[in-house]
């Protein structure tokens, strides 16, 4: 099966919180343990939790349960920091509609193919091209927007093939 580690840090970049990826992780451990005789018939069970886990973030996003931070965000580092480029990617990922923020994750983060994004999300391969596409464009014009120091980032998803 799939390492917590690694379902933690796929649904952290699907919602950008680490308390509500852990709480994703916990309802994919819950679904997997009700329904364990389907894992256990799986090809790849590791593969079966990371369907759930992004199943679990879309249902999340259904039912609106959006957490609201109660404090803000300390100050960034300073510009020449990767951790700025690192949050601006972040921040941008997080302006994404729920459905396109899973397909480029899947995409680009976990390197799967068209179709197994759209075996795992449930939708067609031409609706996982269109997605990512068009995810990728608001991601480069979110970047553009951001000013000097993320247009590198941006040249970098630029470079992103877009299969």
Known sequence: MASQGHLRRSAFLLCGDW????????????????????????????????QV???????SRKKHLETVPLEQLPERASAGDPTDT??????????????TRAVVVLRYWEDMSVDQTAAILDISPGS???????????????????GEDTGTTATRIEGVRQT
């Open 86 to 99: 690192r949050l601006a990617v972040l921040d941008a990922l997080r302006e994404l509609p729920p459905r």
């Open 53 to 59: 886990v992004y199943r679990c973030y879309l249902d």
């Open 128 to 146: 996982v091209k269109s997605m990512a596409s068009r995810g990728l464009g608001l991601l480069r014009t979110r970047l553009a927007d951001l």
């Open 19 to 50: 308390h509500f990826a852990e709480d994703l992780v916990q309802m994919a451990y819950d679904r997997i343990y009700r329904h364990w005789h389907r894992v256990r018939a799986a090809d790849n069970p590791g593969a079966y939790a990371r």
